[in-house]
């Protein structure tokens, strides 16, 4: 079954302390992103890679890290989470055919608190 | 940049009628991407609907329909027969067809069916 796995879905964490947020994609797409939501402001993305080693910032990347070492694998990591991260986190997969077809396929949510 | 407004925080209709939700949007590209996705309780991001800007036929799937008013940035969505499974957030995006496949998603709307 084609699918987005983020981990873990729940988490709750104290100011500080680094965490790491898992994505993985079945597949084998080239383009993978990460997006929290916030009520009143919708998704935002935070960053984005369109290939192995290959990373960008998005809109609100601040406070925020990502590495993509292979194709499936996209972490998000947060070196020192604060409780302005408190947020309910997306990782996204599509393939770079650039046209409408290519669908964005969306992992489970991971809602994280920062206490 | 591009935006996605949707003014609607809120709406509410009965079981078995019809529902629009309004999405308008901001860029000055000529041919992009626009999208439905359906937030149920679960969090899972669903698409529900797609339109490629250069074509002028509204797209329809099932009970979902939209009208697509390209020269008022208009893209409002239509859902026939409300059913008590499309409570919902409503989110509207935007995908530029160059460079990066960043979804620009307006703020959501609620959607409650009354039995």
């Known amino acids: 079954e084609a699918q987005v796995t983020q981990n873990p879905r729940y988490l709750i964490t104290v100011t500080g302390k680094k965490l790491t947020v898992t994505c993985s994609q079945n597949?084998?797409?080239?383009?993978m992103s990460w997006y929290r939501q916030d009520p009143g402001l919708g998704l935002r993305q935070i960053y984005y890679?369109?290939?192995?080693?290959?990373?960008d910032k998005g809109d609100v990347p601040e406070g925020y890290k990502v590495s993509r070492k292979e194709k499936r694998n996209f972490p998000l990591i947060l070196e020192s989470p604060s409780p302005n991260q408190t947020s309910l986190y997306f990782c996204?997969?599509?393939?770079?055919?650039?046209?409408?077809?290519?669908?964005?396929?969306f992992g489970q949510g991971t809602r994280l608190t920062v206490v | 940049a591009q935006t996605v407004t949707q003014s609607q925080p809120e709406m509410s209709v009965q079981e078995a009628e019809t529902v629009t939700l309004s999405c308008t949007y901001d860029?000055?590209?000529?041919?992009?991407?626009l999208f439905w996705y359906k937030q149920p309780p679960s969090r899972q991001m669903i698409l529900v609907i797609r339109?490629?800007?250069?074509?002028?036929q509204n797209a329809t799937e099932n009970r979902f329909s939209v009208n697509f008013q390209k020269a008022a940035k208009s893209f409002s969505l239509k859902i026939s027969d409300s059913q008590l499974g499309d409570a919902a957030m409503y989110f509207c995006?935007?995908?530029?067809?160059?460079?990066?496949?960043?979804?620009?998603f307006g703020t959501g709307t609620r959607l409650t069916i009354i039995p």
């Open positions: 996204a997969s599509s393939q770079r055919t650039g046209g409408m077809n290519t669908e964005a396929f």
């Open positions: 597949m084998n797409h080239e383009y």
């Open positions: 890679s369109m290939n192995v080693e290959v990373t």
């Open positions: 860029t000055s590209e000529s041919d992009y991407y």
């Open positions: 339109q490629e800007a250069y074509k002028q």
């Open positions: 995006a935007y995908r530029s067809i160059f460079g990066n496949e960043k979804l620009t």
